[in-house]
């Protein structure tokens, strides 16, 4: 069973950038679909981007204009890039296996996630 560790987030101001790694362990990464959810307050968790297991990246909307999602298979990482945020960036950030797509049912436990909070 995997074991997915989201890291990387903090406070921003608004047109700030922030990466986000996710590592896991447990399971080779390499051949799976992985994809980056968020979770804000009050609303329900959602699809923000994935990247399939030879890299065909999918966006949210208009997330592709701001967002990168890459892999590093060699270390079993994952990333999310995220520049000129927006204070409606503001979530929970969380990785997990076996999607690439929004619609899909991902695979592995949730992790804690990391808290992104975007606020001037």
């Known amino acids: 069973q995997a074991q997915l560790v989201e890291s990387g987030g903090g406070f921003v101001q608004p047109g700030g950038s922030l990466r986000l790694p996710c590592a896991a362990s447990?399971?080779?990464?390499?051949?799976?679909?992985m994809a980056w959810y968020r979770q804000a307050p009050g609303k329900q968790r959602e699809f923000v981007a994935g990247i399939g297991s030879r890299g065909t990246t999918n966006y949210k909307g208009s997330l592709r204009d701001r967002f990168t999602i890459s892999r590093d298979n060699a270390n079993n990482r994952m990333y999310l890039q995220m520049n000129n945020l927006k204070p409606e960036d503001t979530a929970v950030y969380f990785c997990?296996?076996?999607?690439?797509?929004?619609?899909?049912?991902?695979?592995?436990?949730w992790g804690q996630g990391t808290q992104v909070t975007v606020s001037s």
């Open positions: 447990g399971r080779r990464l390499s051949m799976y679909d």
């Open positions: 997990n296996v076996g999607c690439s797509i929004e619609k899909c049912r991902p695979i592995a436990p």
